[in-house]
């Protein structure tokens, strides 16, 4: 990853994305399934919500596997509400520029707090997508969030191979005119 590139802006842009969505939640989808097929939508929010809480928690100088990537309960209602928390929490424990360039711990291993939150903004990226399947199909997400996170998967993931310790499926072939939200799913190894 770029030395010089800074994620900080970019996850909180994501995340901001994720909680608008969130706050449009019908409660009644919680129980649906999602791309991301090992989860269903409350699972899923819940996963998405403890990962940014991880790294939050990595910021403010903990290691990464020291906290699961899973929320406790969140009221239905209150999944927006969540995000934005946790967000707000994030912001402030990578607020300091100095954090991109120290070693940090993650479940990936120790790199630098820039390439921590690189892989951050992969994950939650990815995961909007997800969540967006069940929530609102039809909506538009962000285009540059998309490339962005496109761009950090095909430098940090390779094409092949997968599995094993590599918690991706292969990648998936896609159409020749998708959209990149479903490109990045694709080569995630999502069925799209």
């Not at 928390?85 to 954090?99: E, G, I, N, V």
């Not at 939650?124 to 967006?132: E, F, K, L, N």
């Given at each position: 990853?770029?030395?010089?590139?800074?994620?900080?802006?970019?996850?909180?842009?994501?995340?901001?994305?994720?909680?608008?969505l969130?706050?449009?939640?019908?409660?009644?989808?919680?129980?649906?399934?999602?791309?991301?097929?090992?989860?269903?939508?409350?699972?899923?929010?819940?996963?998405?919500?403890?990962?940014?809480?991880?790294?939050?928690?990595?910021?403010?100088?903990?290691?990464?596997?020291?906290?699961?990537?899973?929320?406790?309960?969140?009221?239905?209602a209150?999944?927006?509400?969540?995000?934005?928390?946790?967000?707000?929490?994030?912001?402030?424990?990578?607020?300091?520029?100095?954090?991109?360039?120290?070693?940090?711990?993650?479940?990936?291993?120790?790199?630098?707090?820039?390439?921590?939150?690189?892989?951050?903004?992969?994950?939650v990226?990815?995961?909007?997508?997800?969540?967006?399947?069940?929530?609102?199909?039809?909506?538009?997400?962000?285009?540059?969030?998309?490339?962005?996170?496109?761009?950090?998967?095909?430098?940090?993931?390779?094409?092949?191979?997968?599995?094993?310790?590599?918690?991706?499926?292969?990648?998936?072939?896609?159409?020749?005119?998708?959209?990149?939200?479903?490109?990045?799913?694709?080569?995630?190894?999502?069925?799209?």
């Amino acid at each position: 990853m770029d030395r010089t590139f800074d994620p900080r802006p970019v996850l909180l842009s994501a995340l901001d994305q994720l909680e608008k969505l969130a706050a449009r939640l019908d409660p009644a989808r919680l129980d649906r399934p999602t791309p991301c097929t090992e989860y269903d939508l409350r699972a899923l929010l819940g996963h998405t919500l403890g990962a940014v809480h991880r790294i939050a928690y990595v910021g403010e100088g903990g290691r990464g596997m020291d906290l699961p990537a899973a929320a406790g309960a969140i009221e239905d209602a209150d999944w927006g509400g969540a995000f934005g928390r946790s967000r707000d929490r994030l912001a402030a424990a990578w607020a300091d520029a100095a954090k991109l360039d120290r070693e940090v711990e993650v479940p990936w291993g120790r790199v630098p707090g820039r390439v921590a939150l690189g892989g951050y903004v992969m994950e939650v990226v990815t995961h909007t997508w997800d969540i967006a399947q069940v929530i609102d199909p039809e909506g538009e997400l962000d285009e540059e969030l998309g490339h962005m996170a496109l761009g950090i998967a095909q430098k940090v993931l390779p094409a092949a191979p997968r599995g094993g310790e590599l918690p991706f499926g292969d990648v998936q072939p896609v159409p020749a005119d998708a959209d990149v939200h479903t490109r990045l799913a694709g080569w995630l190894g999502r069925k799209v």
